[in-house]
């Protein structure tokens, strides 16, 4: 058989890549995918340098991605519950931007029939989404601020809407990504960059709220989710980043906050729990997944040199692009 994929040689070089490779061996599955996702935040620290690769184990070269959609292609001997030509979600660490992937029978899932595979596509960011909501410890009627609208961010919006918080206050710079956290639900929608609008929220919400969840990535997000977090509340900082970060110690030890990081490969069961819950709530309609008509992607030499090189650029004008496998 022949595997095609997106490889990465070497630090900001990104190849189109063919080998020849075999059957699953025991415990996996191979899984024919149709569609893999690239999320943007994590595949630009990992492509920039090596740094944070000690949470995927490897380092380059490799082939990466982590969110692929099929069907099973050919499973290992000691596989069981799964067949040839069941729709699946594959979760490796890497490997995902690929035509075949193996994955670990532990590492897959049956989508449900009234799914749609590009649908599916967007577990993993949807996982990380529910399962930061249940690491920030909410319950129905807590207040939380959700800082940053980008694919993670919209669906964590709409389950804190499905969960009962209020009121959910949501912040970004674009304009349109606020009107959207509108329409999925959010009670607030703000400027990040416009300070007397958050210290008129702070006072209206009565000192801020009860967990502030930082999805940008940026050091200015992760001080803000400590500004908006009111007395004994909790920050959590979702986004993966290996760098330093400059924090206002200040107000965590004035307010007593709770601060927690969220790599989700920490709490594997959880982890399955919430891919398995972002698939329900798709399949009820109670979430949709970001627009993606428009950024569905032949995985050629010249398009993946070109959507990698927005990557790199952090071009916010890139919207959740697909490559398209099959």
């Not at 690769?53 to 290992?76: D, E």
């Not at 000691?78 to 075949?100: C, M, R, T, W």
């Not at 050091?219 to 400590?226: E, F, Q, S």
């Amino acid at each position: 058989m022949l595997r095609k994929s997106i490889y990465w040689p070497k630090a900001k070089d990104v190849e189109y890549h063919e080998e020849d490779t075999g059957q699953p061996k025991d415990n996996d599955i191979l899984i024919e995918n149709h569609y893999s996702l690239v999320s943007q935040s994590s595949e630009r620290e990992w492509l920039e340098n090596d740094r944070s690769h000690v949470v995927l184990g490897t380092t380059f070269p490799f082939i990466p991605g982590y969110s692929s959609v099929g069907y099973v292609k050919a499973i290992g001997a000691s596989v069981s519950g799964f067949e040839v030509g069941d729709k699946v979600i594959g979760a490796p660490v890497y490997g995902a931007h690929s035509n075949l992937t193996y994955v670990k029978q532990q590492d897959v899932y049956h989508v449900p029939e009234n799914v749609h595979l590009d649908d599916a596509v967007f577990y993993n960011l949807g996982m990380t989404a529910i399962y930061t909501l249940q690491n920030s410890g909410l319950k129905l009627g807590h207040s939380i601020a959700l800082i940053g609208q980008g694919v993670v961010g919209q669906i964590a919006t709409q389950v804190a809407k499905a969960s009962g918080f209020h009121p959910i206050v949501t912040f970004d710079l674009e304009e349109n990504r606020r009107q959207r956290a509108l329409e999925n639900g959010a009670d607030y929608a703000l400027d990040p960059s416009d300070a007397a609008a958050i210290e008129d929220l702070i006072k209206k919400l009565a000192g801020g709220v009860d967990a502030a969840i930082d999805m940008s990535g940026s050091n200015a997000g992760m001080n803000l989710a400590i500004h908006l977090t009111k007395t004994l509340g909790t920050t959590v900082f979702c986004t993966g980043n290996n760098d330093p970060q400059l924090l206002n110690y200040g107000e965590i030890f004035i307010k007593c906050l709770t601060v927690k990081g969220d790599f989700v490969n920490t709490q594997m069961a959880l982890q399955r729990k919430c891919i398995n819950t972002f698939l329900w709530l798709l399949s009820t309609g109670t979430i949709q997944v970001p627009d993606h008509e428009n950024t569905i992607y032949e995985p050629t030499e010249a398009n993946i040199k070109k959507i990698y090189g927005r990557v790199l650029a952090k071009d916010r004008t890139l919207n959740n692009p697909i490559f398209k496998w099959n």
